[in-house]
């Protein structure tokens, strides 16, 4: 074990379960081959009971492979798309469309939006994208029951595209009654981490970390999903209520921009590393892996560019839920970030400003740490061991040291499964 600590990978992997990856043999192969975290997509579940399940066939597996492996359940959120639509519709740029959230077959002229609040949310100049932005309309009028909307990019419109408004608050809470439905599923299932998708403001942390503490769950932690212009505005605070945050590209790419998600990956991931908070980066790693046994060299680079900007784990979502082939979509993932890794721990020294900034907000805790860390190395060792009871302490070495591997001996089950999330330990 201390064998494959020193000379494997840091980086994390996460893998989402799905039709290529349910069973019990493709769940070990993947282990054996990388995972460290598994993700459940309530997306694709109606039935929460069907997570208690999931979670023991993970368990069971990883204790025969001798790992700890973290899961977490992906809420589904308020995802908004248009109803049903006729065949053969198309948005044409120019021309104006009526907006409804009264049920109603889509044509060219009217399209029903399933979002209760649509009238009252938006307002003049919003832009709306529908089908992850290649139709894009802008509010032109507000009416009682509807609005109208100018086609500014036009195209072919079919049955329940997704529908993203960027600029806009949303007065519903994230947490939808599928949601509290698959809260309380998950809770039976005693998962590790719960996902909360469409996270706008602080307080919808405080919202699901209620509902926890009222369903006497405290253990769950939560990760806070960044892909709403308005959750990247305030930041800061949500990292600080957040116990992991997750950069979701799809969502994130649509409202901001995909020419402005580069950024906002590497400011996500700096501001995690200077709150000491686990941070995962996800969304088309190796897209290209659903079909082929090869990734391109473009995902290869971008999986890379997050590990040297010192995420704790890349996530894996259609590659290994639906992919041709998930055991060797980690096998390659999981040789990239030994690889990174490696390349990160030689470039160490260009990451001293955030050590410094680290240092400076919890001083006393990376006093200790920092001076475990340099004890280790003029002692030529393999490993630093963090006891711990809570997790705290080998977080605080893994986002201090990229250099050797953390054992973190602790005598609670539930923290030792969470810390599979975090980097190097």
């Not at 039935?47 to 399940?53: A, F, G, L, N, R």
């Not at 195209?155 to 608050?169: A, C, Q, R, W």
């Not at 590659?319 to 060797?328: C, H, K, L, Y």
């Not at 393999?382 to 977080?395: C, E, Q, R, W, Y």
Request: net charge neutral.
């Amino acid at each position: 074990m201390l064998k494959h600590l020193i000379h494997g990978k840091r980086t994390k992997v996460i893998a989402t379960l799905g039709p290529a990856s349910n069973s019990k043999e493709i769940i070990e192969q993947m282990i054996i081959q990388g995972v460290d975290v598994v993700r459940l997509n309530a997306s694709h579940h109606r039935d929460p009971s069907v997570y208690k399940k999931m979670v023991q066939t993970v368990r069971k597996v990883a204790k025969k492979a001798h790992r700890h492996v973290s899961i977490f359940l992906d809420l589904q959120g308020p995802k908004i798309r248009v109803g049903k639509i006729k065949k053969g519709t198309r948005l044409n740029a120019g021309d104006s469309v009526i907006l409804t959230s009264n049920p109603l077959v889509g044509t060219a002229e009217t399209v029903y939006i399933n979002y209760p609040s649509l009238v009252q949310d938006l307002n003049l100049g919003d832009p709306i994208y529908i089908d992850d932005g290649r139709i894009c309309l802008e509010v032109t009028q507000k009416e009682k029951e509807h609005l109208c909307a100018n086609v500014k990019v036009g195209g072919e419109l079919s049955d329940y595209k997704g529908v993203n408004f960027p600029n806009t608050t949303m007065s519903t809470s994230p947490i939808t009654e599928k949601d509290q439905k698959d809260i309380q599923g998950a809770i039976a299932a005693k998962v590790d981490y719960i996902a909360l998708s469409f996270v706008s403001d602080p307080e919808d942390i405080v919202e699901l970390r209620g509902i926890l503490d009222q369903s006497k769950a405290k253990g769950i932690r939560i990760i806070a999903k960044i892909e709403r212009p308005q959750a990247v505005e305030q930041l800061s605070a949500i990292i600080k209520l957040a116990d992991a945050v997750m950069v979701a590209r799809g969502d994130l790419g649509v409202e901001i921009g995909v020419e402005k998600v580069p950024k906002i990956q590497k400011r996500i991931i700096r501001n995690c590393n200077r709150h000491l908070t686990p941070v995962i980066v996800a969304t088309q790693m190796l897209e290209s892996m659903i079909h082929s046994e090869v990734a391109t060299r473009a995902e290869v680079s971008d999986v890379a560019n997050a590990i040297y900007d010192l995420c704790d784990a890349v996530m894996l979502s259609g590659e290994t839920a639906i992919g041709v082939n998930p055991v060797n979509v980690i096998k390659v993932i999981s040789q990239i970030c030994k690889e990174s890794d490696h390349h990160v721990n030689a470039i160490r020294n260009e990451e001293q400003t955030q050590l410094s900034s680290i240092v400076s907000t919890h001083a006393r805790t990376s006093s200790f740490c920092i001076a475990a860390e340099q004890i280790a190395i003029e002692n030529n060792a393999t490993a630093i061991m963090t006891f711990t009871s809570s997790g705290s302490t080998p977080l605080f070495t893994s986002k201090l040291s990229a250099i050797l591997p953390i054992l973190a001996p602790t005598d609670n089950e539930l923290v030792c499964s969470q810390m599979a999330l975090y980097r190097g330990v």
